[in-house]
């Protein structure tokens, strides 16, 4: 049995910090009063953490309110201009960095389509640095106030000394994109999946706000999904937790990008569709998103034939993860699946319940994201806020006081 580590002061002090830092980020403002009756902790101990967050600058007051009979309780919140954060989204066709604050309005954005050079590690390292000065330039902020930059890919982001990333769709075998990133940039790095990272901005911010168990589904050219268990993203034992796309939709069913024959992505992802509507009639040489666009709208009866071959798909996928994990909700997010879901989201329901057992289905409801079709961008974003909300130290920091000190060279 591996020894259990003893928790120190300092332990303890960050474990209060990210307590009532979560607390004023997610709910305030609020009161000292209140942060003491609503976590448990002491008046002292609130007042002692509270001022170190008000002095490294994390923390601000925000007014007053009348107490029972005493002096007014003062407000605190998060200070939304404390730092800024970036989050990158690694997608099938470009790369898209944006700059936020802490609140997590976006500031800037540098989109960088992939061009002939596709998804060569090379090339994407090159377009995410080439995006960093661009927004952070853009935006006129001090590169030092950049507390970190969350990077959201496609496939298996193996987490261990560095982040390694695995995705069969576009080539990438044990890709050391940590590593590569860490060559041009001395920002503090942080690489998910995704859906993944999707799912937790999704959590915070959007539909499954309020939720515990919830999966958010990502339907772009590929399909992937984040499942959240009591609030955090479940990575299975290799971090490969959440290829939905990849599960069997139909046995020996169509050839898919990573392979394997009969994936749910071959029947409902972006890039599919396009070369089955075209096959069905469909006109030629469009993008994706054109391509679905004409599709959802197209009244011939091949096409409807199509939109009722995808319903059913996306509803007997649902119902999987209903019957596997019986979540409260299912959120259908991505650009793709916005769009799909905006026109069929009925159609998709109806199908799951047809599938799905009926007590668990029940008790879920199936939603769209609300946090737009760049969401995963976003959700990279919460990548460091996660950090620093968890108590970490802010870039080249140190507690108590000061703010973040990030480094960056490109």
């Not at 898209?96 to 992939?114: G, H, S, Y």
């Not at 290829?243 to 069913?253: A, K």
Request: a neutral charge; aromatic letters at 4%; glycine letters at 16%.
């Amino acid at each position: 049995m591996p020894e259990r580590r003893r928790r120190t002061v300092r332990d303890l002090r960050r474990a209060n910090r990210s307590v009532l830092l979560r607390r004023l980020y997610f709910d305030g403002p609020l009161s000292r009063q209140d942060l003491a009756r609503e976590t448990g902790l002491s008046p002292a101990s609130v007042s002692n953490v509270v001022s170190e967050l008000i002095g490294a600058g994390l923390v601000v007051e925000a007014g007053s309110v009348e107490s029972d009979g005493g002096r007014p309780r003062v407000l605190l919140k998060a200070a939304a201009g404390y730092g800024h954060l970036v989050g990158v989204d690694v997608g099938e066709t470009r790369v898209v960095v944006e700059l936020f604050d802490l609140a997590l309005t976006r500031l800037a954005k540098a989109d960088l389509p992939l061009g002939d050079g596709g998804h060569d590690e090379r090339a994407v390292v090159r377009h995410i640095l080439d995006g960093l000065p661009a927004v952070i330039d853009g935006a006129s902020v001090d590169p030092a106030s950049v507390i970190g930059v969350g990077v959201g890919v496609p496939g298996v982001v193996e987490h261990g000394p560095e982040a390694v990333v695995h995705c069969q769709t576009i080539g990438w075998d044990g890709v050391p994109l940590e590593r590569m990133l860490r060559e041009g940039t001395r920002l503090p790095l942080f690489v998910d999946n995704g859906a993944t990272s999707l799912g937790q901005a999704e959590m915070w911010l959007g539909a499954g706000r309020g939720h515990r168990d919830a999966v958010v589904v990502l339907i772009g050219s590929g399909v992937g999904a984040a499942v959240m268990i009591d609030g955090s993203p479940y990575r299975g034992a290799a971090g490969s937790a959440g290829e939905w796309g990849h599960t069997t939709s139909r046995v020996g069913g169509a050839r898919c990008r990573c392979g394997s024959r009969g994936c749910l992505e071959a029947y409902v992802g972006a890039t599919a569709l396009r070369e089955r509507y075209r096959a069905a009639g469909g006109p030629a040489g469009t993008g994706e998103e054109a391509a679905l666009t004409a599709l959802l709208a197209d009244p011939s009866a091949a096409a409807a034939a199509l939109r009722d071959d995808v319903a059913e798909h996306l509803g007997a996928g649902i119902a999987d993860l209903v019957n596997l994990f019986g979540p409260e909700k299912i959120i259908i997010g991505g650009w793709a699946g916005l769009l799909i879901g905006g026109r069929m989201l009925d159609r998709i329901t109806a199908a799951a319940a047809a599938y799905a057992l009926r007590h668990p289905f029940a008790r879920t409801s199936v939603d769209l994201c609300r946090l737009g079709p760049e969401a995963v961008a976003v959700g990279a974003a919460t990548l460091p806020l996660a950090h620093l909300l968890d108590g970490g130290d802010p870039a080249g920091a140190q507690w108590p006081g000061g703010g973040p000190r990030g480094i960056m060279v490109f």
